[in-house]
């Protein structure tokens, strides 16, 4: 048995596009699309501005991990990540909260907009430093 997943809807502001830039126009396409997070195949946290298999090359500010989207499998290595497997990405994520130990300087903790559903972020865990 499984608990219904509810959808929570956030109530969004809608962003203007700057007109002097007529290129950010283009890139936006229908004026008054509403913004799509994707979630990252790495960290689950929705940090894709478009779908996983569309962001070529994106890398996830939240676990660092580049997406790679000539990966056949988890288990498959990515030369985008140094060799690195999504499987392994994942699993330090988990443990240490980025893809790989080299990328944790640049990683950031996800805001609650993009935090995974279901997941939730820990709060409260503070060091002493
Ligand atoms: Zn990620």
């Known amino acids: 048995m499984r608990p219904a997943k509810r959808e929570v809807k ?13 290129a950010a126009r283009s890139f936006s396409g229908r004026m008054g699309e509403e913004k799509k997070r994707y979630a990252c195949p790495c960290c689950g946290c929705r940090t894709f501005p478009v779908k996983a298999e569309e962001a070529a090359a994106f890398i996830c500010p939240v676990c ?3 997406n790679d989207l000539f990966l056949s499998g988890e288990d498959e290595q990515s030369d985008e990540n140094h060799g690195l497997t999504l499987r392994e990405a994942r699993e330090n994520y988990r443990k240490i909260g980025a893809c790989c ?15 995974a559903p279901g997941e939730k972020t820990e709060t409260g865990k503070g060091k002493n430093g």
């Open 10 to 22: 956030a109530p969004e502001k809608r962003e203007e596009i700057s007109r002097a830039c007529p």
């Open 64 to 66: 660092f991990w580049e």
């Open 101 to 115: 130990p080299e990328m944790l300087p640049h990683v950031r903790p996800p805001e609650p907009a993009e935090a």
